[in-house]
T-cell receptor, first 117, second 114 residues
Framework: QQQVKQSPQSLIVQKGGISIINCAYE??????FPWYQQFPGKGPALLIA?????SEKKEGRFTISFNKSAKQFSLHIMDSQPGDSATYFC????????????????FGQGTILTVHP | DGGITQSPKYLFRKEGQNVTLSCEQN?????MYWYRQDPGQGLRLIYY???????QKGDIAEGYSVSREKKESFPLTVTSAQKNPTAFYLC?????????????FGSGTRLTVV
């Protein structure tokens, strides 16, 4: 129930196209959904995050869409650029997580995005 | 600048040796975390700590040990009991161990068994 399933595992997009990465979860207690961007040899960096009280959040070319009833959320990258080529992780956390300590993030498996020029 | 410093960037370990990975933060964050990253497996939680002198096992704690004697420091020891230690190790911190606070990650340590 703590899992976050992410797809696709890899994605190739042409410059200017739209990149879409999807995540699904089971734990209805999850109340915070961030996305992280990781370049090779670096640590992940927080890209954008959403809470379940809104269905969409946009920051520049990056948009999170959230579907609470389907327990799914997705990252859309508009006008994808070669500089967006990286690994993207979705994650989720809950105020209470199965009786264990709260707040720690559960990560998806990651999506390797390649944007061709 | 505030951030998390992991050292060394690359580390080589011989079979049967213990090695310690350093993680220091100057963000005044309460919570700190260690993750292991393998290709195609995402980020797996090894240990985490919400407060000084307290820590909890994550999903893959076997073969690892940690300490949290100072708020700023959360070193990870990879013991000889860890059978497959070759991986990329990431340390992270957050303001507090409560939902809604993003993590700040270090740049990682790549450990290789030789």
């Amino acid at each position: 129930q703590q899992q976050v399933k992410q797809s696709p595992q890899s994605l190739i997009v042409q410059k200017g196209g739209i990149s879409i990465i999807n995540c699904a979860y089971e734990n209805t207690a999850f109340d915070y959904f961030p996305w992280y961007q990781q370049f090779p040899g670096k640590g992940p960096a927080l890209l954008i995050a959403i809470r379940p009280d809104v269905s969409e959040k946009k920051e520049g070319r990056f948009t999170i869409s959230f579907n609470k009833s389907a327990k799914q959320f997705s990252l859309h990258i508009m006008d994808s650029q070669p500089g967006d080529s990286a690994t993207y992780f979705c994650a989720a956390s809950a105020l209470r997580a199965g009786g264990t300590s709260y707040g720690k993030l559960t990560f998806g498996q990651g999506t390797i995005l390649t944007v061709h020029p | 600048d505030g951030g998390i410093t992991q050292s060394p960037k690359y580390l080589f370990r011989k079979e049967g040796q213990n090695v310690t990975l350093s993680c220091e933060q100057n963000l005044n964050h309460d919570a700190m975390y260690w993750y292991r990253q393998d290709p195609g497996q995402g980020l797996r939680l090894i240990y985490y700590s919400q407060i000084v002198n307290d820590f909890q096992k994550g999903d893959i704690a076997e073969g690892y040990s940690v300490s949290r004697e100072k708020k700023e420091s959360f070193p990870l020891t990879v013991t000889s009991a860890q059978k497959n230690p070759t991986a990329f190790y990431l340390c992270a911190s957050s303001i507090r161990a409560a939902s809604g606070y993003g993590y700040t990650f270090g740049s990682g340590t790549r450990l290789t068994v030789v």
